[in-house]
């Protein structure tokens, strides 16, 4: 086992920037597609009359930039390199929040072409139902995290780009159901995705509580790996494991208060606008009663 000179280390690591090619080319396409669409493909395709708010194009162009801070930057090599905890925190920016904030900047109207094709159009009824994105995704999460193939993915580039692949689409599919503003492929019901958001919760205590309490390292890679700071192969996996499940669950909590809230708030104000119209109706009846027994009295 090496044992890095911790200052030393700790001062270099921030000029550790690797600008992949794929990465920047990938990224490039997306976010051109995305503009072009809410630009003049909005227009040359009749989408809508209605363009991207600035709020979606934050949102959308935000998620980019957080991938590739993810891929290219210092966090990149600790997580490939040096630390399976730094690992987890690449894992939590490009399952859970890049993907909600990449759906939520997507216009509903967005998608209007494709799902003109019948074929297009079932293919993403189904990629999109709840219980196939849940299992997408949450399978993809625990099949990559074995440490057989943790490993193997580490070593070999391309076998990682296809992880990192899986991982994002899979998550965009998970959070469709939460954040989609498409009419053809809608969000759930706010109920359905109190459901939804607790089923998530409780998957991500499956997948990382066997890591976070486990009594040895579950992955070898990072025993073998240069030792940079103080804290223990095993801490480091724990720390790791408390990284996904404390940031999953915090945020799907906070996201259940959330839908919670607004879906108590919603159904205050249809029984207030109920109880209004049946005061409107019980009025008008008794006025009309009023007036016929007005008219034959008289």
């Not at 550790?16 to 395709?45: C, E, M, N, S, T």
């Not at 899986?166 to 959070?175: D, E, G, K, L, R």
């Amino acid at each position: 086992m090496t044992y890095l000179d911790f200052p030393e280390f700790w001062s270099s690591i921030w000029t550790k920037w690797h600008f992949h090619p794929d990465v920047l080319i990938g990224l490039a396409v997306i976010l051109g597609l995305y503009l072009w669409v809410i630009g003049p493909g909005r227009i040359k395709l009749g989408l809508s009359d209605t363009p991207a708010t600035s709020k979606q194009i934050l949102m959308f162009v935000s998620s980019i930039l957080i991938i590739l801070f993810s891929l290219i930057s210092p966090l990149h090599e600790l997580s490939d390199n040096f630390l399976f905890s730094a690992h987890m925190l690449q894992h939590i920016l490009l399952t859970l929040i890049v993907p909600p904030l990449m759906v939520a900047g997507v216009p509903g109207w967005a998608f209007k072409p494709v799902m003109k094709f019948r074929v297009i159009a079932s293919v993403a009824r189904f990629v999109t139902h709840p219980i196939v994105t849940f299992s997408a995704f949450n399978l993809t999460f625990s099949f990559w995290h074995f440490p057989a193939l943790y490993a193997t993915s580490v070593d070999f580039h391309s076998l990682h780009i296809l992880e990192h692949l899986m991982f994002i689409s899979t998550a965009v599919m998970m959070w469709w159901p939460l954040m989609s503003s498409s009419k053809e492929l809608p969000a759930l019901p706010e109920p359905a995705k109190m459901l939804y958001l607790l089923g998530l919760a409780i998957a991500q205590i499956l997948v990382f509580a066997p890591i976070t309490f486990s009594d040895a390292p579950l992955y070898e890679f990072y025993v073998n790996a240069p030792v940079v700071w103080s804290l223990s192969n095993l801490q480091d996996q724990q720390i790791g494991g408390l990284i996904m499940k404390v940031g999953g669950g915090v945020l799907f909590l906070f996201l259940f208060i959330r839908v919670f809230l607004r879906w108590a708030k919603n159904e205050r104000n249809n029984t207030k606008s109920f109880k209004k119209k049946q005061i409107e109706i019980n009025s008008v009846k008794n006025k009309t009663s009023s007036n016929f027994i007005s008219s034959v009295n008289s």
